[in-house]
């Protein structure tokens, strides 16, 4: 499917597998851009498989239909609270995230409203992204 097509930086970073079975090209971007040992690999993939667990019952994604199609994926606010940089600047994200609350009759998330604290830039990221033109 296009949305599994991978980025630039997926094709010149090397990187997990896991990464590239993420429908969101901002998901696997943003993770390709923050150094693997700035993060625990594992616990972001607990939470994403909903293993969070906050008082509103469960955090994590979503996936209301076929999970290559980002349309169908949804975070949790409490995802977003956890991993803000996980999700800052997706905006198709944003946009089924809240198309599936609205569903629900609950309010709009915005990912804004979590700070996107982290541990730096991938250094090897920002040199591929200086070759390829783009900003880092």
Not at 6 to 11: G, N
Not at 41 to 66: H, K, N
Not at 125 to 134: D, K, T
Request: aromatic share 8%; net charge negative.
């Amino acid at each position: 499917p296009a949305s599994l097509q991978p980025t630039a930086l997926q094709r010149s970073v090397h990187h997990h597998p896991w990464i590239d079975l993420l429908p969101v090209a901002e998901l696997r971007d943003n993770l390709l851009r923050q150094p693997e040992t700035t993060y625990d690999a594992a616990q972001l993939c607990r939470d994403m498989r909903g293993l969070q667990v906050v008082s509103s019952g469960r955090g994590g994604v979503i996936v209301w239909g076929e999970p290559w199609d980002p349309h169908g994926w949804e975070v949790t606010e409490a995802f977003v609270q956890k991993w803000p940089w996980v999700v800052r600047g997706s905006r198709s994200l944003l946009q089924s995230t809240n198309y599936w609350r609205a569903q629900r009759g609950e309010p709009a998330l915005s990912f804004q409203n979590y700070p996107a604290a982290n541990g730096g830039a991938n250094p090897r990221v920002h040199e591929v992204e200086e070759h390829l033109g783009s900003p880092a």
